[in-house]
């Protein structure tokens, strides 16, 4: 398929179609007649060589080629409107835009949804999607723009980029109610002797806990290890084992998991949690609305 041969009109009615379903509500949304879209459709179907949606009752369901093409033709799209906004405003109450944030799972489960529930009302059609964080490939996701912002518990210290400290977060260890081998109290004996569900340690760190055990001689028994702290509670609500992790994060699962948080039973420092953006977004409206937007939030956790 030769690219000089696509209106790259066809590409937002792709987009438009996809994220509606419906090629009446494409149509709304692009302030066309549905005439209009199907004619566009049925000429990248043409040039695609796919049928790309099939009707499905009252929706179009996006065949595997369409769902192949769905990220490359949304981040594409991104970065051409990027590329050809030179406003110095955003209008935040109108705007469809999307954002991509890389995030691990604190910034997923104690973040995101007050991030949603703060622009909601406000920007009611902004569009938020959370990937996993990138790891060794968020440095480039975030030059390129296929990233807006990330979340992480170190900063990007490569040049061109921003890493901000919006907030920091202590330590807890979890239980199940009615644990038999914890007493009111959690002591280190008790802790040391205890069964751990860990996480998966990154590259370059050991986590807080095993360093302030190790300069007191002592060690965890970690009998399992998970990648996410997400999978932690499920596992300890239904075991004897223990479980250390953030916090905020733990007194979400208390209320959901019926489980008992205890002091970590000696000093941790606390951890620190960045958010990351590439230095070209700096003068970007849009990209500075929402940063604020979470840089506020985060300092009121």
Not at 110 to 135: T, Y
Not at 169 to 174: N, P
Request: hydrophobic letters at 45%; glycine letters at 4%.
């Amino acid at each position: 398929m030769n690219l000089r041969s696509i209106d790259l009109n066809l590409l937002l009615v792709f987009d438009a179609v996809y994220t509606e379903r419906s090629i009446s509500r494409a149509a709304l949304r692009l302030n066309l007649s549905q005439p209009a879209v199907s004619n566009a459709l049925a000429r990248l179907r043409d040039a695609v060589g796919d049928r790309l949606f099939v009707r499905e009752g009252n929706r179009m369901a996006p065949t595997v080629r369409a769902r192949s093409l769905r990220e490359p033709v949304r981040h594409a799209l991104h970065l051409l409107e990027r590329g050809l906004r030179c406003d110095e405003s955003f209008d935040f109450a109108r705007s469809n835009r999307e954002f991509v944030i890389a995030a691990e799972d604190y910034g997923e489960t104690v973040v995101v949804p007050g991030i949603i529930d703060r622009i909601a009302s406000a920007a009611p059609d902004i569009r938020l999607r959370i990937q996993p964080e990138a790891g060794t490939a968020l440095e480039r996701e975030l030059r390129e723009g296929t990233v807006d912002l990330a979340m992480d518990y170190f900063p990007l210290e490569a040049d061109g980029f921003n890493s901000a400290c919006v907030t920091t977060d202590s330590l807890v260890t979890l239980a199940r109610i009615g644990h038999p081998g914890i007493g009111r109290e959690l002591t280190l004996k008790t802790y040391a002797a205890l069964g751990h569900v860990a996480v998966t340690p990154r590259l370059r760190s050991q986590p807080l806990i095993d360093l302030a055990l190790a300069k007191r001689g002592l060690k965890r028994t970690i009998a399992i290890t998970v990648p996410h702290f997400m999978s932690m509670p499920v596992i300890v609500q239904q075991s004897d084992l223990v479980c250390t992790l953030p916090r905020r994060m733990a007194e979400l699962y208390c209320a959901h998991f019926r489980l008992q948080a205890f002091p970590v039973p000696m000093r941790t420092p606390n951890f620190p949690v960045y958010l990351i953006w590439h230095g070209s977004l700096d003068a970007d409206p849009g990209h500075h609305w929402l940063r604020d937007h979470f840089i506020a939030l985060c300092r009121e956790l």
